[in-house]
């Protein structure tokens, strides 16, 4: 597997089998006489109910709580196909400065050893082919373009580790992993070769015949060729190329010497969409809002004349927007775990409740529902806020605040090469107009047919979105929000894509040009939620392109 | 002198002695065989005039033009105190991978022996105490402030070259230089003294009291006195902080192992204005907009019923700012020199007409006048467009969105700690919404009584100022604009202070809260050159408080 996946496969779920939590931050430190989780204050609740109490839980960023109790000399064992290069290297220099300690690359696994023949085993679902009718391009011609990049990046050579990077650049699809449309795989391109690691059961004759011409090897041969390639680096005195998710053992294999770990250039390759990407975005999100607008209309209807806030919760309805994309052309599946969720429960960001804990729907309480597909034609990521009952002046004030700072986005023409830092501030100020914001990023790349979120650029404020300006074909959503703790959430979010409008003038001299945004999200935003009042006629403009008629 | 000052004193002007040029940008070499002057784009034709046939033009930044001439192997003589260590280093390092050419620091400075008696003496002016009703804390405070941060930056002292930072340590002020009222000398601040090297004759028996308790050395014993200090630093294992624009001849004196350069504390304790500084602003700045109401209406008269446009040019006119700040109480001087533009003229940024291409001024042109004042309880910026006729739609549609930017920048509302990167787009997006742009900052820092320029904070796509979040107490300019070459150029500048505005939320939870910007400008903005169907209501109440009646 890659290390540092979104989401991750069961086979690999190793720290919810040894310690019993589950939740999607967390680190267990396994010594001869302690065991130690530790996680980030989401979860201090969720891990302390879940685990026994063998394990200490080890609360992240609490001031005067104890994050690190390893005596100073401790050697640390650990699996290095589970972390990134950069992330071994710190850890390793951090823990000889303690008393010599040191950070162990171990051969097996020791969890799966303990884990046995109970592990799930490896999905072996069989790879497709994703259409060149929808990709756009072929994956010679990408080949051809990853290596043209060689020379500048001074290198003769790339390992690829990233899954969506190999998905993109074999043009391949795979059901491994929930929500993202990858499969496991290595891939090692050079001038002279280009060859695909794999478990080879996962490809049928068709795929066989599509790769022709690319050498295909088991998953795990990798190591030991990259080992063999090394030899003959030494002599070549040019390093080899690693994407920055490429596990510490990749790195290893190959000799760290041999190999400079950077962003890798697919990223960027993979970044820009080309024409045909960028129509299945605009075709395949017309099939979603028809999806989503059926979903509201149909949450509506239950709730006002099916009385549905006695018997539906947050959870129960969760499935329905799945259940009608299916019903849509090219539709494979969610793109995420749909959040819906209802009034308090709202405000926690980002987060989906649990059966168990649900709540009812509520035509007194706002409802927020954040989700997204994936088809053969493209990915897609919404979320709306509505109200079915009469919502308050201010759940309206603080919702037309977030559209206004949503609009604000959308609107923006800027030169190209502008950073989503930069107009990050855009989607922010009308909150911080009243001393309010929301704290997470606004706006995220999304692929093409692959994972929902994907770099390098974003819209918020990483450092790393500085070097990642905005350049035409690119995706990014646009999910300014607002929470209020034990109330109501609130959050629009649209996908765009990053276009050139047609301005009057070209001040870069035709040196990149100007971009803007095109939403090509096609769910209604709930007019009863707008306090006109607070929108300027350009405001208004806007939204008549997009407005639900209640 | 310090290395990198904005302005030079005439005996520091070696440059415009030997070539000729005495642009603000240029560099020259002088080999035993040749004599190359380099410069940028804006003085190609001004230095090719300047200089005779001993020099060659060296064009930089033109493609295909030969921008460097030296034989591997080279050795250049600098003389160490001109440029800073950083500066210093990059340029050794660079010749050292040349076949062994090195950059050589030497004693004596050449062009100051060919200029010999002719070299116009240092300054001689007497400093002056700047009086703590003014700066607002005693310097004995402001050198315990410094003091009480050597732990953090872990070092035993300070050694402070820029000029500015030695006024303000010490509540002194000069006339070393013009516009800036600093004074040469140099600083060293450690655990058990203060020394302020300075030629003494400079000091009178009240700024000698004024100094009781602070060691007072001959300007240039600093080189000296740093030798004897850095045997002791060996043993101490404790860096000497100095300042980034200490010289690489400081740097050298202390030995290059015992100081780290860095970002100088004092500029960030400078740069966050106490209560007295603040008010000293706003009230400076009242006196300040009468001189320039008063110009901007003598200007009018002058041309409407004077026949002004007949016999007075863009530099005629430019002492009149300064003739009528100086009739203002507290009034020292103008902070910097006046841009007095009109037409074509005013489309070449920040750069002032000379006698002999003056144009004579025109009812039917836009004006620009961006000018400053130097005031005992603060320093001015303030950029006026004018038009004394009738201006075109496109001048005016131009004028307005500008004024759009200058306005949505003003308005803002943000966290503490926000930086004037990220907050930049907001003064460009009208303009980039019909693909124009303008090629320079939106703001800068001011400083109180002091540089019309300071730093770290600023408001533009400069990386710096990323690392210098907006804190209350900075000052800032708002100075977007507009050039279209060949025929007119806009701007408009206030200078403003950051200041905590009253939200209704504190989203920060206490750390930092929300700032904004107060506008301490009182300069009148034309209200003829807007379009006011281009403006929102937002906008057109925030204009109500300070348009011109004309």
């Not at 267990?28 to 201090?44: E, K, P, R």
């Not at 302390?48 to 001031?63: A, E, F, G, I, S």
């Not at 990134?84 to 799966?112: C, F, H, P």
Request: some cysteine.
């Amino acid at each position: 597997m890659s290390a540092n996946s979104e989401y991750v496969a069961p086979c690999d779920e190793r720290r919810p089998f040894i310690s019993g939590f589950d939740g999607s931050a967390g680190c267990a430190v396994i010594t001869l006489n302690a065991a130690s989780m530790f996680t980030d204050g989401q979860y201090f609740l969720q891990a302390r109910q879940q685990m026994d109490d063998n394990w200490t839980l080890m609360k992240r960023r609490l001031p005067g709580y104890p994050t690190d109790h390893l005596p100073a000399g401790t050697h640390v064992g650990i699996d290095p196909t589970l972390l990134s290069s950069a992330e071994g290297t710190s850890l390793k220099k951090t823990l000889n400065a303690r008393g010599n300690g040191d950070l162990v690359a171990i051969e097996e696994n020791l969890v799966d050893i303990v884990w046995g023949s109970q592990r799930p085993p490896r999905p072996q679902d069989k790879v497709f082919i994703h259409d060149a009718k929808y990709a756009g391009e072929s994956h010679a011609d990408k080949i051809t373009r990853v290596r043209a990049g060689f020379e500048s990046l001074d290198t003769d050579g790339l390992v690829v580790a990233a899954l969506d990077e190999i998905a993109w650049l074999f043009n391949l699809r795979g059901s491994d992993i929930d929500y993202n449309p990858v499969f496991f795989a290595y891939a090692l391109v050079t001038k002279a070769d280009v060859t695909l690691y794999i478990d080879e059961a996962k490809l049928d004759s068709n795929v066989r015949s599509h790769l022709q011409g690319i050498k295909t090897r088991p998953y795990s041969a990798i190591f030991g060729e990259l080992g063999e390639l090394s030899t003959t680096l030494v002599q070549s005195k040019r390093k080899l190329l690693a994407g920055q998710n490429a596990s510490w053992a990749l790195v290893k294999a190959l000799g760290e010497d041999n190999v400079k770990v950077n962003k890798s250039p697919i990223a960027m390759l993979k970044s820009l969409k080309n024409p045909t990407e960028l129509d299945g975005m605009r075709q395949c999100h017309i099939r979603d809002g028809a999806a989503m607008a059926n979903y509201f209309g149909w949450l509506e209807h239950e709730l006002l004349f099916n009385g549905g806030h006695l018997r539906l919760s947050e959870v129960d309805v969760a499935d329905k927007p799945e259940e009608l994309r299916r019903a849509q052309k090219h539709c494979v599946g969610p793109s995420f775990d749909t959040i819906s969720s209802v009034g308090p429960n709202s405000a926690i960001i980002h987060c989906s409740p649990k059966r168990g804990s649900d709540a009812l729907l509520d035509v007194n309480k706002m409802y927020v529902c954040d989700s997204g597909g994936q088809y053969l034609d493209g990915t897609t990521d919404v979320t709306r806020t509505y109200h079915f009952g009469t919502p308050s002046a201010w759940e309206r004030e603080c919702f037309t605040r977030v559209l206004k700072g949503h609009i604000a986005l959308d609107r923006a023409v800027f030169p190209s090469g502008t950073s989503g830092y930069a107009l990050d501030p855009l989607a922010r100020l009308p909150l911080w107009e009243l001393g309010l914001d929301y704290r997470h990023g606004t706006g995220h790349g999304v692929g093409s047919f692959l994972n929902v979120h994907e770099g390098p650029q974003g819209v918020g404020m990483r450092m790393n979105y500085l070097s990642a300006g905005f350049q035409h074909g690119m995706t990014i959503t646009n999910e300014p929000g607002y929470y209020e703790d034990g109330s109501f959430g609130i959050c629009i979010e649209n996908t765009c894509l990053v276009v050139k409008p047609e301005t009057k003038f070209d001040y870069t001299g035709g040196v990149g040009g100007y971009l803007t945004f095109e939403p090509v999200t096609m769910v209604p935003i709930q007019k009863k939620l707008i306090r006109s009042g607070l929108l300027n006629e350009d405001e208004k403009k806007w939204l008549k392109r997009e407005t639900s008629p209640i």
